[in-house]
C-alpha cells in the first residue's frame, strides 16, 4: 500500500488543527481487517472530534470519522475475504482508533459488518451512524408500544439533522401518518416537510419547563438533541408513553420530576449505537436495506475530503442540513 490521503487531527501548544495528508499505513490503527475506504460521512461527533477539548479524541495524532463503508483489501480473519464490501459504525473508530476520513482504513474484525443486499457502499453512508441512531430509536419505541396502525401522535425533535432527517423519512415509510417536526428556523419547516413531516412547531410552541406535568400532547417522542428541549417535552408525553434520546446537541442536563413517570407511566429509552453488540447489527442493517430504504429520497450532499472542514463549520454553526457523505 503506497501513500494515501486521509484527515489528520493534531494538537498544537493550546490548539486542535486538522486537514487533509499524505500518510502511510504504518499510521493506521492496529487491525484484523484493511478496507479501501468508499464513503464515510458527517456526524455531530465528527464536528466534536476537531474541537478542543471536544471529549472525542482520546489521543493524537487521529484520523477522524465514525463510520465507513468500503472493500477489503486485506483480511486476517477468516470471516471477511479481499474483495467484500463491509461497513464500520460506532465502537472506538475516530476516537482512539483511526477512522473512515481515509483513503484506507485498518480495524479489528469484531466491528466489521457485510454489506446486505440491496444496499450500496454509497447508500449505506447515506444511512451511516446517524441513519443506524434512527432505526434503533424507532425499533426502541416500537418495542414500547408504538404501532403505526394506532395512529399516535409522534414528535421528532433535531428534524432537519442527520438523525431526525432519516427518521422523519422512515417513520412516513413504515406508514405512520401523525408526525411532528421541531424545527429551530424558519427555512427548516418546508424542508422538514418535503422529509415527512405532516405538522411542524418551533421551541416557542412548546411553551417552558413551569409543571411538572403538562397537556399530553404526543404518544411518542424521537429525541436527537437533548438539553432543555428534552426537558419540556417529557411532561407533555402522553400516558404510557416513550421517548428515545440519542442525542446531545441542546445540552447533557436534564431537568425533571418524578411525577410524569408515576403518574403517568412514561418511559424515557437511552439509545447508543456506538456499542451495538456485532451480533445484532446484521439484521438492523439488512432491515435498513429492504423495508426501511429510504435511500434514494433522502436529503444528501456528498463531498470530497477537502471539503470536510467547510461541512463541519456548518454543522458547529447550526447550517448543517440533512445527511453529508465524504468520498474517499
Same mark, same amino acid.
Given at each position: ?94 476516537? *482512539?482508533?483511526?477512522?473512515?476520513? *481515509? ?16 444496499? *450500496? ?208
Amino acid at each position: 500500500m503506497n501513500n494515501f490521503k486521509a484527515i489528520v487531527v493534531k494538537e498544537q501548544e493550546d490548539e486542535v488543527v486538522y486537514g487533509v495528508e499524505q500518510i502511510g499505513e504504518d499510521q493506521l490503527s492496529e487491525g484484523d481487517v484493511t478496507i479501501q475506504v468508499a464513503y464515510s460521512s458527517i456526524n455531530y461527533k465528527d464536528m466534536l472530534a476537531v474541537q478542543k477539548k471536544g471529549g472525542v479524541i482520546r489521543n493524537y495524532p487521529m484520523i477522524p470519522g465514525i463510520d465507513l463503508s468500503g472493500t477489503v483489501v486485506e483480511s486476517s480473519d477468516s470471516r471477511f475475504q479481499e474483495g467484500q464490501e463491509v461497513i464500520i459504525t460506532g465502537f472506538e473508530m475516530g476516537m *482512539s482508533h483511526t477512522g473512515g476520513f *481515509s483513503e484506507y482504513a485498518r480495524v479489528p474484525a469484531d466491528w466489521v459488518v457485510a454489506l446486505p443486499e440491496n444496499l *450500496s457502499l454509497r447508500d449505506a453512508m447515506v444511512f451511516g451512524t446517524a441513519g443506524f441512531t434512527a432505526a434503533l430509536s424507532i425499533l426502541a419505541l416500537e418495542k414500547n408500544g408504538m404501532d403505526a396502525g394506532n395512529n399516535p401522535k409522534i414528535l421528532v425533535t433535531g428534524s432537519t439533522g442527520g438523525v431526525g432527517s432519516v427518521a422523519l423519512q422512515l417513520l412516513e415509510k413504515i406508514g405512520y401518518g401523525n408526525i411532528t417536526a421541531l424545527v429551530r428556523k424558519d427555512h427548516q419547516e418546508e424542508v422538514a416537510k418535503s422529509l415527512g413531516a405532516h405538522t411542524v412547531i418551533f421551541p416557542d410552541d412548546l411553551g417552558e419547563l413551569k409543571k411538572p406535568l403538562n397537556k399530553e400532547k404526543f404518544d411518542y417522542i424521537l429525541d436527537t438533541v437533548g438539553g432543555d428541549i428534552t426537558s419540556v417535552l417529557i411532561p407533555q408525553l402522553s400516558y404510557g408513553g416513550s421517548m428515545s434520546m440519542c442525542g446531545m446537541a441542546g445540552g447533557v442536563e436534564l431537568k425533571a420530576t418524578v411525577l410524569p413517570f408515576i403518574l403517568r407511566g412514561v418511559n424515557l429509552l437511552g439509545i447508543d449505537s456506538v456499542n451495538v453488540p456485532i451480533d445484532k447489527r446484521p439484521a438492523i442493517w439488512a432491515k435498513m436495506a429492504k423495508e426501511w430504504n429510504i435511500t434514494g429520497t433522502t436529503l444528501v450532499d456528498e463531498i470530497s475530503l477537502q471539503e470536510v472542514p467547510e461541512t463541519i463549520d456548518a454543522l458547529k454553526n447550526g447550517q448543517h442540513l440533512g445527511r453529508t457523505i465524504v468520498k474517499c
